[in-house]
């Protein structure tokens, strides 16, 4: 077996439990005819009531068999697609969590959210149908086919004809539904990227009074699913009122000949009540072989979207036999840096080199789009450099551990995202093992412990999706202790104090002061920037300058040009409140 269905193969027992419980029922389906045969020509035409009896009782007691034969069958079938669905859903989570972030370009979060429960569900439904009668339906209309071709030969030509056609029929729509599906899917995804998009921005969308734009948006995607579904739909629906008319004429033609037949005594009453019951029998398994292909065609479509996430080629490997990497001194290196996101010709990072001694604090300043959060996200190893090296205490970060190297640094992303969940539990996030002690300490770090002591609940206050119920200070500071609980060698800081007031700002850059690592930090604040040993200006994905304040003062135009604008927009805030006082 290959790919996704290669998970079936630990359920191979009860797969083949069901597909004999289910030859069962076919056998008992295909004699039941013969059975009719015995009880009216050699029973009720000839009047012998106890081959009606004997013949009857063997007709019930085959039923009762066929019927506990269906019931075991469909648990046997639901067992498999049930644990089928929960092995492929567990490894597609498992091979998104080893995604780089490359990868996450690739596939937007609705289609991996998509992939992971409705077409995981299609599959799923699809192998339950193929274990309770997908199989049935095909081996009735061929046995069925056989049979009638042994009752009575002139009679079952006419099945002979019109039974390839109506396979003809089916194989035509199965191949026009199948792609069409792979584009239901798809439109499925852009209905719950919208979705989501909605449900995580609803606040901002209320506030900008964008919910008719949104509701648009909304309708457009959702009549595009529903008008390719109608498509799709169109087709399959056609089929089974084509295949009934096809049938059910053979039949009439098949009675007309049995007429001649049965007055030229060619025919026996009983052969044609027979190759009618098979004729309906398989009129109805052609039918529902409509409805399986319709199944299994959207399932080929789900299996190649599985395949694609459960195939991606991790964008970054590692060597897999690296030994574990203790950073000690914290000394980060570029070396001649430039970066391009993957797939991406434009140069985010050109050619940076520098150093950064241990225990250093280095502040980055720079123009929005400058490139300050992807020189950050070189060190932790989110993305690899396109040219060049990052080095810590001398390694490339290349030869290192990605799990090794990660779990030494902390990083507090520009946007603090927090999970729902306690207020203990998010910081505990940073470190599983965590006491009580080192996350009130690490809150006391970010300066949000006291906030905390205030809320009804502390530690155990419940935080909503995101943080909902948090300021954005208060969620930048417990993001903060997230990272400081980790007591990282190296710490990353990308914009993780705009929120906050100056007076909590500074106590927490002074508690920085005498942290014992390696401190990296974005800001726009030349007030935060003094609080760092060096200064690095970053523009166009270059450093232009770097060294202390005083240094930067005296060599960078841009520096004093920024120090300048500040001042004065300290200046002009000053004389509002000093004017708002006179004014009282
Ligand atoms: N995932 C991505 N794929 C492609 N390009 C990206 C990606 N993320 C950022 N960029 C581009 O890289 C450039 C630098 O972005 P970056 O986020 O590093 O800037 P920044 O200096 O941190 O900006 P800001 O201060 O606004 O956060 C920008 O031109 C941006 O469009």
Redesign the pocket.
Known sequence: MKGVLSYLKPYRKYMIFAWVLMLMELAVDLLHPLFMVKIIDEGIVKGDLSIVYRWGALMLLTSIIAFAAGITNSFAASHVGQNFGYDVRKALFKKIQTFS?ADF?RFSSSTLITRLTNDVTQIQMTIFLFLRIALKAPLLVIFGTLMVFLINFRLALVLGVTIPLSIAFLVWMYKKSSHLFQIVQSKLDRVNGILSENLAGIRLIKAFLRSHFEGSRFKKASHALMKKTIEVSTIVELVSPILHFVMNSSILVILWFANKEILSNQAEIGEVVAIVNYAMRITMSLSMATFILMFVSRAHASTERIQDVLETSVQMEEDKEVAPFQIQDGHICFKNVSFR????S?T??DDLSFTVEPNETIAIL????????????LIPRLYDVSEGAVHIDGIDVREMKQEHLRNQIGLVP?DALLFSGTIKENIQWGKEDATMDEIINAAKHAQIHETIMKFPHSYRTVIGQKGVNLSGGQKQRISLARAFIRQPKILLL??STSALDMKTEEKLLEGLRSYKGTKLL?T?KISTALKADRIFI?ED?KIVAMGTHGKLLRISDLYRKIVQSQNMRKGAFQYVKTSSANEN
């Open positions: 972030f370009n996101y993957p797939g991406d434009v985010v990072l720079g123009a929005t789009g400058a490139g300050k959060s992807s020189l950050f996200q520009q990308d914009d974005i726009q970053l994905g």
